[in-house]
């Protein structure tokens, strides 16, 4: 595999469940991201670390949980989602944050129900 | 703070028909300027970029010039196909990236 990729491409969630969403990165990179994209608004950034350690939280409510436990890997946790949480969950990541080119994956589609 | 701003979609154009999509940003220093690149079922993809003032960023027959005095990184082609059919995202990077709500084009046969 190449790039980044991200697993399940599709899931679909009860508000009572708990769901992980995996990202993994085969650039060397030391940076990774969540981004939520919604339709007709701005891609938001959710998270982001360097070097396995948080460097951003944008005031994302607790329902979602990131974990990375390498530079390579990164999780999204979901736990009693809201029908609004439904959207394309973007992982991306860069040789470092917030400077360099970001390469994307190919999300995963997240329906609430 | 800043920010970028896009033409809202979508944009239908025919086969062969020039394309320009409308960005402007607003910005507290000297960004980096991109364009991303997202086709169905698949995550943005760079297209092009532009590090300084006046400097044209091109690819696959699209460009885009970095224009500061108009604050603006219209992005064209001269001639869409519809393999060019996709959400095109126009951002900035200062300290983090900034992305537009992005621009759907439907190219026609």
């Known amino acids: 595999e190449t790039g980044v990729t991200q697993t399940p491409r599709h899931l679909v969630m009860g508000m009572t469940n708990k769901k992980s969403l995996k990202c993994e990165q085969h650039?060397?990179?030391?940076?990774m991201y969540w981004y939520k994209q919604s339709a007709k608004k701005p891609l938001e950034l959710m998270f982001v670390?360097?070097?396995?350690?948080?460097?951003e939280n944008n005031s994302v409510p607790s329902r979602f949980s990131p974990e990375c436990p390498n530079s390579s890997h990164l999780f999204l946790h979901l736990h009693t989602l809201q029908p609004e949480d439904s959207a394309l969950y973007l992982c991306?990541?860069?040789?470092?944050?917030?400077?360099?080119?970001?390469?994307f994956g190919p999300g995963t589609r997240l329906t609430v129900t | 703070g800043d920010s970028v701003t896009q033409m809202e979609g979508p944009v239908t154009l025919s086969e062969e028909a020039f394309l320009t999509i409308n960005c402007t940003y607003t910005?507290?220093?000297?960004?980096?300027l991109f364009w991303y690149v997202q086709y169905p079922g698949e995550g943005l993809q760079l297209l092009l970029k532009?590090?300084?003032?006046?400097d044209k960023g091109s690819n696959k027959g699209f460009e885009a010039t970095y224009r500061k005095e108009t604050t603006s990184f219209h992005l064209e082609k001269g001639s869409v196909q519809v393999s060019d059919s996709a959400v095109y995202f126009c951002?900035?990077?200062?300290?983090?990236?900034?992305f537009g709500s992005g621009t759907k084009l439907n190219v026609k046969p």
């Open positions: 991306a990541s860069s040789q470092g944050p917030g400077k360099f080119e970001q390469y």
């Open positions: 650039l060397g990179h030391n940076a």
């Open positions: 670390y360097s070097l396995e350690e948080r460097v």
């Open positions: 910005a507290t220093g000297y960004p980096s």
């Open positions: 532009a590090t300084k003032a006046d």
């Open positions: 951002a900035l990077r200062f300290n983090k990236f900034y």
